[in-house]
């Protein structure tokens, strides 16, 4: 049993690999797409920055993924393996499909239709974390195209007297920033969903844990603090992921929504990062892919309309909708097949 549960806690890492894997378009696109940075370059930038985010960001977003959605008494190993395999399966298929959809969604909506397969609906705990999670799908894009479009009209009002090409010189620089702080945005919401995936884990097998010895007994966790272990392991997968890259959704991500130049790109990692950051003070699991995307359209729309490319666009938000309940089917079939065979 031991082995079993640190086979899904080593799982679990490699679901918050495949998100960095999977969202480095987020923190990467628009810095490749402006070509202030190579690829190679700016996933190395991001993964950086994802890393960092273990030291300036708290666990507000992984203590409400381990409490508060789903009712813990109803957690076992097989819930949290079934979650993570689907959400890790619709990870690899919008992957491969270049398809920018959500991780975080992913592995909420697999963590939840696991528990329904075992419990039925009453595993849910329909409460303010549920009603965060659902309405910021509409919300955190919107927040993030309205902050890319008001920073990209700030930003003409302020450099409309400069030479374009000193405002790209500039912008170029800036972006640099910008992209850091995206990436440190990133890096602190996704990574804790994970984190809060294994304290749901870890708690469900106290028992077990209680009696462990050596390096074991880190399993076995008190009160609902996040363990060290649990956070660098997460930061460092995430990292590692990002490192990898998902170039199929950065040409998506980069280049098909609209065309960015260093200022546009500034603007929207700015206005993404700000939403996001805002989110996670709040502990709110948002989607960076929702956020960014709603950021690279506001600042597409400054320009006019038709600057986006919104049949694009708008298959991205199908995208959206379907990602919890197809992820959460993928996890309740992983999850009925799992308790055919695994007997505690």
């Known amino acids: 049993m031991l082995y079993y549960v640190i086979g899904i806690v080593f799982l679990a890492f490699v679901f918050d690999f495949t998100n960095g894997f999977h969202d480095s ?81 992913a592995l909420i909506g697999g963590y939840a239709g696991a528990a329904i397969a075992r419990a039925g609906w009453a595993a849910i705990e329909w409460g303010t974390k549920w009603i965060q999670t659902l309405s910021f799908i509409i919300i955190s894009p919107l927040v993030g195209l309205m902050a890319g479009f008001t920073l990209m009209v700030i930003v003409y009002w302020v450099f409309k007297t400069m030479a374009p090409a000193r405002v790209d010189r500039f912008f170029r620089l800036a972006q640099l920033v910008s992209s850091a702080f995206l990436s440190l945005a990133h890096g602190g919401n996704d990574a804790q969903k994970t984190m809060g995936i294994i304290v749901s884990l870890l708690i469900s097998v106290k028992p077990l844990m209680a009696t462990q ?12 603090a996040i363990p060290l272990w649990v956070e660098m392991m997460a930061y460092t997968a995430i990292s590692l992921g990002t490192l990898f890259g998902g170039w199929r959704i950065v040409h998506t991500m980069g280049s098909r929504i609209t065309r960015l130049r260093p200022v546009s790109g500034f603007c929207a990692e700015t206005g993404g990062a700000l939403a996001i950051m805002l989110a996670s003070r709040y502990g709110i699991p948002v989607s960076t892919t929702h956020t960014i995307t709603g950021s690279i359209v506001g600042v597409g729309a400054t320009n006019r309309l038709s600057g986006v490319r919104w049949g694009i666009a708008g298959r991205i938000v199908w995208a959206w909708l379907i990602t919890i309940p197809a992820a959460g089917i993928m996890a309740a079939i992983s999850y009925k097949i799992l308790s055919l065979f695994v007997t505690r």
């Open 25 to 105: 378009a987020n923190s990467i696109a628009t810095i490749v797409g402006t070509r202030v940075l190579s690829p190679l370059a700016a996933v190395m930038w991001a993964a950086c920055f994802n890393f960092a985010a273990a030291f300036t960001v708290g666990t507000a977003v992984a203590k409400a993924i381990s409490k508060g959605m789903i009712d813990g008494n109803i957690v076992t190993p097989e819930v949290v393996l079934g979650g993570l395999i689907g959400a890790i399966v619709w990870n690899m298929i919008t992957w491969y499909f270049g398809i920018p959809s959500s991780s975080s969604h």
């Open 213 to 224: 010895t050596g390096l074991a007994h880190h399993l076995y966790i008190t009160g609902d």
